[in-house]
């Protein structure tokens, strides 16, 4: 994964479309603290102009402690999961790093003005500030929920230039040019989280290990021939363009002692893998000692415009954020590393939207080789070692991708456990099993600069699959951008750019029309009436109401009820029974199970159908 989990799109064949491709993934984490003190404002803000959907009903309530709401009898000892992860899983990261040991920031109390404001404090966020800070700039880090809540913390940590799509495919839209400028780019990446690691001294198993890129297919049969030429060819384009691949016809891993033959694929040397909230943690307790550098947490941004105007180069534009709360932050520039935009389209068009599975199982230490490993399916498995204990290792194995919201959640890690199992027998229990969420460009390639129709505001979006390496390539194109210097990166990763988007609009209009398809479950219902509905699980209850609510019955038998209209483009929500959500199927939308955005582009939370509901968002968000 990259900044959820990470997911190999085979690309190698001419034919591949990408509207039905699946892809890698990325992020993750959580925390426990004990009783929150809450402090009411000394000065309440103005009234915003849209009341946060999970604060109190009326004006008056949204500005008062939350846990003076009536129903809220006992002090809030644990924090909400929801604004701790993105699912209800824990991911394998959870087993070296506690959620105790992510750094805590204060939520925003206050106007204030800023050189540059981030939003989203991922490993695209704080690898921005990190650029940013060192280059002497004043940057304020804001995030919705907790730092690392997102999908970073839900990766499976691979850190590699051989990207899922393949430079063959790459160049077919971005020339070869363009493929060489890709591979540079991440291999930067790679390396730059080695650096950063060595000189602020953070142990976060960062090491250098070969990529093997296998065919899907058993020695013998004729698919296994296809796929090692088209891998073949891969590999000496890979080299062509300067990277460090070769080809080998009887490639083996160590401790793959299954009678499934695989063998043979290309090389890729001198990739990278380490523990993704580990190195992060560290990069933020650095940060937490600069005197320009503020964050803050559980602010959430409702709203990003450019102020002022500009004409013939006269006048000076600057950005203004409003939040939730009603404060509002004034920045020189702006950068938006929030997975994706938080516009209405801006490039959300040119995205498609998958979930991707992971398993961390347990294997004895030295049993299997240290590598990235990938194989040539469509909807890929990835694998990768990390440390468990003194004896034994976890194996990380991810795949199993599908479009976000269109299909059923729960068989996606028996067959993981399958997979890995038959190929390598030695391994033990189950320990961790994850899902996390991945944005698919049309054309390969991330969106990393100026937003569409602005000059002061960035967006960081579109991993690919390879999310982590992006973000952290995206803090020095964006560094330089801001200061005024020329980066060869910039026109490949440029959200205006055109070319490459022309010849990919057959598979954006195929995709935009399956998208389109999903508006028929405003008249679809997944459940009859809520007695049917066992419990500790949600759905989508369209029989008998004036319109479709996303409806949860929690362990205890209690209902609650929202909207089940997503707020970013009215899609219907469907239930994710993994992760305990609401997901939109049309944009990718998450929504945890107290109706709380865990992933945009939506920027607030399902609206409360009932006062059920109501009290379970204020209390989730305490």
Not at 219 to 245: P, S
Request: proline residues 5%; negative net charge.
């Amino acid at each position: 994964m990259s900044n959820a989990v990470s997911g190999r799109i085979p690309a190698l064949s001419a034919s591949r479309d990408v509207t039905t491709a699946t892809p890698f993934f990325y992020e993750l984490r959580g925390r426990t603290t004990s009783a929150r003190t809450v402090t009411a404002h000394t000065q309440p803000p103005s009234v915003p102009t849209t009341v946060p959907r999970y604060q109190a009903l009326s004006q008056v309530q949204a500005f008062t402690p939350r846990h003076t709401f009536a129903t809220m009898t006992q002090p809030n000892t644990e924090p909400s999961r929801s604004m701790q992860i993105s699912g209800a899983t824990e991911p394998v990261w959870t087993h070296k790093l506690p959620w105790s040991q992510i750094p805590e920031f204060p939520s925003l109390d206050k106007d204030l003005e800023t050189d540059i404001a981030i939003i989203g404090a991922g490993i695209a966020g704080i690898s921005t500030a990190y650029e940013l800070v060192k280059r002497g700039k004043q940057v304020t880090l804001i995030e919705a929920r907790n730092v690392l809540s997102g999908e970073t913390g839900r990766t499976s940590g691979h850190l590699t230039n051989d990207l899922d799509d393949g430079f063959l495919e790459i160049a077919k839209k971005h020339g070869e040019e363009g493929a060489k400028q890709a591979a540079a780019s991440h291999a930067w990446a790679r390396d730059r989280i080695g650096e950063i690691a060595d000189e602020l001294k953070i142990e976060c198993e960062y090491r250098r290990l070969p990529a093997y890129d296998i065919s899907q297919f058993p020695v013998g049969e004729k698919e296994h021939e296809d796929e090692l030429q088209e891998l073949k060819e891969e590999a000496e384009y890979q080299r062509k363009i300067g990277m460090e691949t070769r080809f080998d016809p009887n490639l083996t891993v160590r401790g793959w002692t299954s009678t499934i033959d695989q063998r043979g694929g290309m090389v890729a040397d001198n990739q990278a893998t380490f523990h993704p909230t580990k190195y992060l943690v560290g990069v933020l307790n650095w940060l937490k000692t600069q005197p320009n550098f503020q964050c803050y947490a559980r602010t959430r941004v409702m709203d990003i415009k450019e102020k002022s105007i500009e004409l013939l180069g006269i006048g000076h534009k600057t950005v203004e954020i409003t939040t939730e709360g009603g404060y509002t932050i004034k920045a020189e520039n702006a950068i938006e590393a929030t997975c994706v935009p938080l516009q209405k389209l801006s490039v959300i068009i040119q995205l498609e939207f998958y979930r991707s599975y992971c398993i961390a199982v347990r294997v004895p230490k030295g049993s299997v080789e240290d590598c990235l490993l990938y194989d040539n399916a469509e909807e890929y498995k990835y694998v990768r070692l990390t440390e468990c204990d003194e004896k034994d290792d976890y194996l990380v194995v991810g795949g199993c991708d599908h479009k976000v919201g269109q299909e059923e959640t729960t068989s996606r890690f028996d067959e993981l456990e399958k997979w890995t199992r038959e190929r390598f027998p030695q391994v033990g229990s189950v320990d961790y099993k994850w899902s996390g969420q991945i944005f698919e460009p049309v054309d390969y390639m991330g969106f990393i600069g100026k937003n569409q129709g602005n000059d002061k505001i960035y967006i960081i979006t579109g991993d690919s699959g390879d999310g982590l390496t992006h973000g952290v390539l995206a803090g020095r194109l964006l560094a330089d951008e801001i200061d005024g210097v020329r980066n060869p990166w910039a026109d490949l990763y440029s959200p205006k750019r055109v070319g490459s988007m022309l010849k990919s609009l057959p598979s954006m209009v195929s995709h935009d029309l399956q998208i389109n398809t999903q508006y028929k479950r405003v008249l679809q219902t997944d459940i009859d009436d809520i007695e049917d509905l066992p419990r500790g699980c949600g759905g989508v209850l369209n029989k008998g109401t004036t319109k479709p609510l996303a409806v949860y019955k929690d362990e205890n038998g209690n209902v609650k009820q929202f909207s089940a209209f997503c707020p970013h483009l009215k899609g219907v929500v469907c239930w994710n029974h993994v992760e305990k959500s609401f997901d939109c199927p049309v944009h990718g939308s998450r929504f945890s199970k107290e109706g709380i955005c865990v992933i945009g582009p939506s920027k607030a939370g399902l609206a409360p159908a009932d006062e059920a509901g109501e009290k379970e968002q204020v209390a989730a968000a305490a």
